[in-house]
């Protein structure tokens, strides 16, 4: 399964995880002489939002099995833990099963 088709299972079980989720793009654009970047930050994860009904900021970068996070995903990821949100890296509609659980019980990871 590609790490498209994993966000897209994600985002499909988001609501009866109790997670409102958006997918975050993020890139640079070129219009003219004038380049354009979107989306969060540089590593920002693919999908963020919010874990209903606690309010509490979740982070979740979608990987392929075998794929591993960039350096500028890792701090991004570790910014929103100390942060007091809850981040992880996913490879499955399970994973996040098992880990929103954990974050329900406020734990950062």
Not at 1 to 24: C, F, P, Y
Not at 85 to 98: I, L, M, N, Q, Y
Request: no cysteine.
């Amino acid at each position: 399964m590609t790490e498209a088709e994993i966000q897209d299972a994600i985002r499909l079980a988001a609501h009866s995880l109790g997670l409102v989720l958006w997918r975050n793009n993020t890139g640079l654009a070129v219009d003219g002489l004038r380049r354009i970047r979107y989306g969060l930050a540089v590593g920002s994860s693919d999908l963020v939002g919010i874990l209903v009904p606690e309010g509490r900021f979740v982070a979740l970068e979608v990987k392929a099995p075998g794929k591993r996070p960039t350096p500028e995903q890792e701090r991004f990821l570790d910014l929103v833990r100390r942060s007091g949100g809850f981040a992880a890296v996913v490879r499955s509609v399970e994973d996040v099963r098992v880990l929103i659980d954990r974050a329900r019980r406020g734990e950062s990871e």
